[in-house]
């Protein structure tokens, strides 16, 4: 029988590479030291441990875990255990965790935890980061670009300017016009952006909200309401995953177009170099 991974363990990224060959190795010449923790027949700590000893034809200890607090057990053993390399990683982690806790209330073993940061200051204090850092983290989980942030593959903010629409690639500085142009502090123009994100950031909560009260009114069975609530999140999950990838391929398409564009203006320009050679 193969286990899979439980949601709140499949979070965290994977081991691969050096990393991974050293844990097996270890786990070889010393055996497997810390057992696997199971719930509810999948793994909530120790993915890696199982897949090293899944590959070397061990047989690990599996322990059901027994406690009340799922997702806070699951942060005590992963986050401090192992060395994220980012910021924005340990972040969008730290924000995946609250972000299931919250969509998953009310089912056993699934209450508000004691030991997980609540609020965005609690989370950016908690990692050192600014709170800002963590309104990005949250835009990117939403979007469905949560998983790239925790394994590194874009940082918070790359993958926020991504599911807000706009492009990661740095744009060309376009020729100074000889008209003046007003300058906006910067200062001010941190605080619109930080404005913008936290009436996103209230709008989805809002969204939220608005379900949980539909479905709360709902003359249904608790199970038929749980269901219901799963739907809605996976559809407003897929919605959002869909959006942050069109505006990727937008950003992806824009790119291309200015760079042909910039190719157009170069053969041109040596086009008519060479005609003024030939005459």
């Not at 995946?96 to 965005?120: C, F, Q, Y």
């Not at 200051?121 to 670009?145: F, N, P, S, W, Y």
Request: proline share 4%; with cysteine; charged share 30%.
């Amino acid at each position: 029988m193969k286990f899979e991974l439980h949601e709140l363990c499949a979070i965290f990224p994977r081991m691969g590479g050096e990393e991974f060959e050293a844990l097996k190795a270890d786990i070889k010449a010393n055996g497997l030291r810390q057992p696997i923790i199971t719930y509810q027949g999948e793994i909530l700590d120790g993915g890696n441990r199982y897949q090293a000893c899944m590959d070397l034809g061990i047989k690990p200890l599996m322990v059901e875990y027994t406690g009340t607090d799922l997702a806070g057990y699951v942060e005590s053993a992963n986050l401090h255990r192992r060395h994220l390399e980012t910021k924005s990683q340990r972040v969008a982690i730290a924000v995946a965790l609250h972000e299931w806790v919250d969509a998953n209330i009310g089912r056993p073993r699934v209450a508000p935890s004691a030991t997980l940061a609540k609020t965005n200051a609690q989370i950016a204090a908690q990692e050192h980061v600014a709170v800002r850092t963590v309104v990005d983290a949250k835009t990117a989980e939403r979007a469905g670009l949560g998983q790239a942030v925790r394994d590194g593959a874009l940082t918070a903010k790359e993958a926020a300017t991504i599911a807000r629409g706009g492009s990661t690639k740095p744009q060309k500085p376009s020729k100074p016009k000889l008209a003046s142009v007003p300058t906006v502090d910067p200062a001010l123009a941190e605080k619109l952006d930080d404005a913008q994100e936290a009436v996103s950031v209230l709008s989805e909560e809002n969204d939220r909200l608005n379900d949980r009260l539909a479905i709360e009114s709902m003359e249904a069975s608790d199970e038929e309401k749980r269901a219901a609530t799963e739907t809605i999140a996976e559809l407003r999950a897929k919605v959002k995953t869909l959006e942050a990838e069109l505006s990727a391929v937008k950003a992806s398409r824009d790119g291309y177009m200015q760079e042909n564009a910039q190719l157009k203006k170069q053969v041109a320009m040596q086009r008519k170099q060479l005609d003024k050679v030939a005459a």
